[in-house]
């Protein structure tokens, strides 16, 4: 069974910081593509960052560049998402997806994605 299990969400103030984790089990994690994306309240899915399958190479939506880093660790089958500077505009679910073909995560396209952990930044 493929399972992605996020954690580390949480209530923060502005300016603090999170990390989110991911791990996988049920698939060969380091033949996958993974990405977090989210959902605030009321709106549409978000591509927040992408990384490849060997962990060289990140991308990330304009509005968390400089702000979040994503890593993955592949002996742990566990993607990281390091949040710092949070702002209120960053509050909402938060989930990770994998898939084979690294372009299609950005187009919010995935084979697996996990359930979710709750953001929330506000004072």
Do not use: H
């Amino acid at each position: 069974e493929v399972q992605l299990v996020e954690s580390g969400g949480g209530l923060v103030q502005p300016g603090e910081s999170l990390r989110l984790s991911c791990t996988a089990s049920g698939f060969t994690f380091n033949n996958y593509a993974m990405s977090w994306v989210r959902q605030a309240p009321g709106k549409g899915l978000e591509w927040v960052s992408s990384i490849n399958d060997g962990g060289d190479s990140t991308y990330y939506t304009p509005s968390v560049k400089g702000r979040f880093t994503l890593s993955r660790d592949n002996a742990k089958n566990t993607l990281y998402l390091e949040m710092n500077n949070l702002k209120p505009e960053d509050t909402a679910m938060y989930y990770c997806a994998a898939d084979g073909r690294l372009s299609r995560l950005r187009l919010l396209q995935y084979r697996y994605r996990g359930q979710g952990t709750q953001v929330t930044v506000s004072s």
